[in-house]
């Protein structure tokens, strides 16, 4: 059942209407970039926690950004505020307000008594009302009882001791120490014991603090004090919160300021993320849309690149999430993001894995909290990585491409350290994060190992790695073709040469047309004896037969190594290799004898030609070309250079005539140098050979 489902979903993918259909073809870039949103949005998006004060942590939270904590600030801000003594300016206010009001009290005191209508009582009323209101009752029993000569003197005594009080600073807490102050100032003065007691009363009632607090000036000197503080900052990476902690006022406040705190979703992150993928996928889509036709991406091909991007950010999620789960930051310098590259280059292409090294370094960078750091890294490391998986020749060819993503991981991380800002570097942060770049080359190429058979089986692929699999001749359809039909085996070893060469000349894909030939004639193993490569007597089956079924047995050949193909389970290139090989070219030697045979004129020459399909890339053309020139060349009595030269021209100009290259890209420049191409190696392969002499004869000669 499950060979079944394998079986019918490889061949959709092998359908035309598949790889080459544009709904298909839109379908896919839609699929990559609403895909790639779902998987990358949470990465971007700052996880939120909603604890209560004394929860429970049950997560180690760490910064994911760098941001000022407010409430630390704010406590450094309110220490050097405090710091700031209140700011007074002395008022002469003060002091002119009380000597009024101990002057009012004295004069009136000079008027009640010296007016005798008044009684007693009516005196003490008048004196009461003028009196300040701490001003004790005996005070003014004593001045009623006073003539003004004595109150004169008193006021005169008074006002000399409020004057030089008040003339300096007079402060709250001299205003606490007013007795004592009053008191010293009258050791001045040659007063009663009576006399000092009404002075020190009517001093201290009318004495006020002259120092006025200067509110918006000292808020102005605090303010300056306080934006003079730097402020305090919580560093990406920094732990916020470790599991098990109780949860404090302090951890809330940090925790909102670096976004990680309530419920309220992201919407301007949710849209500006969707227009970041759309401008990304979109420049994604215009790039390989408009690549040259020979570097045409088709739809297997880019749904492929999709898994691969997908995969990439799958592991850029789960780096995310070992992060916000309370790892170190440094984590993300072992994100194999070079996998990636290294994938598409082998499976897909190389001018296209350059590009998507920047797209999935970007994203990358992005889910890191938009940090060039990680942005720079990634882009050096997946540059490396598919520069140096370019021509894959064996598998070694992996860990030397994951050695040097090592080394230029390490060398990145070493220059991003030395740029960043700092007293001095930080040896063991350092030589973490070169560890941990060091083994993230080696990680990316082991796992690139390892993914790659899989895309390779599941969809058929013809990488460089199964390619070189498919050459060793120890494969059972290699070697079941060497023993069943040895001369069709050396036939397709000669023409993997020429197609190899031909192929390098003209920038396609030599090892595919190598591999290729070694399988394009595999169906002739079904009746060997019918080609003449592999007739080891001078007798013919041909001559026996009719030219109409020597057509069907010989073009059958290409049918039949289909269905050899397809059952030992070799990729959909080299079956198209096997399928295009001869195109719809004719069998003009059956075709000229059935029509001397024929004798109503009834033969037809489309009647005799192969099945097709005609040859739709170069490399399949390359093999139809060098399949011709082998067996043409092979075929001369005395293949000289000029001779050879004229029938491989001749060979290519039938083929253009008969329009087996109209469907493939191949140009006239291309043809002309192929015809070098093939001169090189078919001069190393049916070279001139010198004539040795007879040994028996030798013998006879020397015997006489």
């Known amino acids: 059942m499950w060979s079944k489902w394998m079986l019918a979903i490889r061949q959709l993918l092998d359908d035309d209407s598949f790889r080459e259909g544009k709904r298909v073809r839109n379908g896919l870039y839609v699929a990559l970039g609403v895909v790639l949103y779902i998987i990358l949005v949470g990465t971007v998006l700052p996880p939120r926690y909603n604890f209560q004060l004394h929860q429970t942590s049950p997560v180690t939270i760490r910064a994911q950004i760098t941001a000022v904590d407010t409430l630390k600030t704010q406590q450094n801000r309110d220490q050097a505020m405090q710091r700031v003594p209140p700011i007074y300016t002395q008022s002469t206010e003060v002091e002119t307000g009380a000597l009024q009001s101990a002057d009012k009290l004295y004069q009136t005191a000079t008027q009640v008594v010296t007016n005798t209508s008044l009684s007693t009582a009516a005196r003490l009323q008048q004196l009461q009302a003028a009196a300040p209101k701490k001003v004790s009752p005996s005070t003014l029993q004593v001045l009623i009882g006073l003539d003004p000569q004595q109150i004169g003197l008193l006021q005169s005594v008074s006002d000399g001791i409020i004057k030089a009080l008040l003339d300096q600073q007079f402060t709250q807490n001299s205003m606490s120490q007013a007795s004592l102050l009053v008191d010293r100032q009258m050791l001045n003065y040659n007063l009663d014991h009576v006399s000092r007691l009404v002075v020190q009363d009517v001093v201290t009632s009318v004495l006020k603090p002259n120092m006025i607090y200067q509110k918006q000036a000292t808020d102005k000197q605090r303010q300056l004090a306080a934006e003079q503080v730097p402020a305090t900052y919580i560093h990406q990476g920094d732990v916020i919160v470790s599991k098990g902690e109780i949860i404090s006022a302090s951890i809330i406040s940090e925790l909102k300021d670096v976004g990680l705190y309530g419920n309220q979703p992201h919407y301007g992150v949710l849209f500006g993320f969707a227009l970041f993928m759309l401008i990304a996928v979109g420049l994604l889509r215009v790039y390989i849309e408009h690549r040259p036709v020979r570097r045409r991406v088709d739809n297997l091909r880019l749904l492929i690149l999709t898994l691969i991007l997908t995969l990439m950010s799958i592991l850029i999620l789960l780096t995310k999430d070992v992060i916000n789960a309370g790892g170190p930051v440094s984590a993300a310098y072992l994100m194999p993001i070079s996998m990636g590259a290294m994938l598409i280059t082998v499976i897909v292409d190389a001018s296209l894995a350059v590009v998507t090294c920047f797209y999935l370094s970007l994203l990358f960078g992005a889910a890191m909290g938009y940090d060039f750091w990680f942005t720079f890294i990634a882009v050096v490391g997946s540059l490396i990585g598919a520069y140096s998986v370019e021509r894959v020749t064996h598998r070694g060819t992996f860990m030397r491409a994951g050695f040097l993503v090592s080394l230029m991981n390490m060398v990145a991380i070493l220059a991003m350290q030395l740029l960043a800002p700092g007293d001095g570097l930080d040896f063991h942060q350092t030589w973490v994060r070169l560890g941990l770049g060091g083994l993230n080359g080696l990680v990316s190429a082991i796992l690139t190992m390892g993914i790659l058979p899989f895309f390779e089986t599941a969809f058929g692929l013809l990488t460089p790695i199964r390619l070189l699999e498919l050459s060793n001749p120890s494969n059972p359809l290699l070697k079941k073709l060497l023993m069943e039909a040895p001369g069709t085996y050396h036939h397709s070893l000669i023409v993997g040469n020429l197609a190899e060469a031909a192929a390098e000349i003209v920038g396609a894909d030599p090892l595919i047309c190598r591999v290729g030939a070694y399988y394009h004639d595999v169906g002739k193993m079904r009746r060997p004896m019918f080609f003449v490569e592999n007739q080891m007597t001078k007798e013919n089956p041909h001559d026996k037969i009719a030219p109409s079924l020597s057509h069907l047995i010989i073009t059958s050949h290409v049918t039949d190594g289909l269905a050899m193909l397809e059952q030992a389970g070799l990729p959909k290139p080299i079956r198209d290799i096997c399928a295009t090989h001869h195109g719809t070219t004719i069998l003009w030697y059956f ?63 039938d083929r253009l005539q008969d329009g087996q290259l109209d469907e493939c890209d191949l140009t006239l420049q291309d043809l002309d140098a192929m015809v070098g191409a093939f001169m090189k190696t078919l001069k190393g392969i049916y070279h001139s050979r010198i004539e040795y002499p007879d040994p028996d004869k030798i013998r006879k000669e020397v015997a006489k």
Do not use: F, H, W
């Open 591 to 653: 075709y000229n004898k059935a029509r001397e045979q024929d004798k109503n004129g009834s033969v037809k020459v489309d009647d005799y030609r192969y099945p097709g399909p005609k040859p739709k890339t170069r490399e399949n053309a390359i093999l139809m070309i060098c399949d011709a020139v082998e067996a043409a060349v092979r075929a001369m009595p005395k293949p000289t250079p000029g001779r050879v030269e004229g029938v491989i021209r001749k060979i290519i100009r």
